[in-house]
């Protein structure tokens, strides 16, 4: 694998479901992290996840998928919660 072939983005999200919107959908391996900073849970799952669900993370916790990441839904707990991730 070479640095080109990585890609690395954030988002941020809330109490209402949404997909995690990831610059390269054809992705299969990604690595979601939620911020450090969070004060909340981010929960992940598919395109209908809910906080009683889905797989928790809290705030600095990661969790590596290898999946069709167009599937992949989170939310949280409170508003305005971070993540990251790295698409390979």
Do not use: C
Not at 29 to 54: E, Y
Request: no cysteine.
């Amino acid at each position: 694998m070479t640095v080109s072939e990585l890609h690395i983005g954030q988002g941020t999200v809330g109490v209402t479901a949404q997909p995690v919107t990831l610059a390269f959908q054809m992705q299969r391996h990604v690595l979601i992290k939620a911020d450090a900073g969070n004060t909340g849970t981010i929960f992940i799952g598919g395109p209908s996840v809910t906080a009683a669900l889905g797989w928790p993370l809290a705030a600095g916790e990661e969790v590596p998928l290898e999946t069709d990441v167009s599937q992949i839904g989170i939310i949280a707990d409170a508003a305005d919660q971070k993540y990251s991730y790295l698409l390979t």
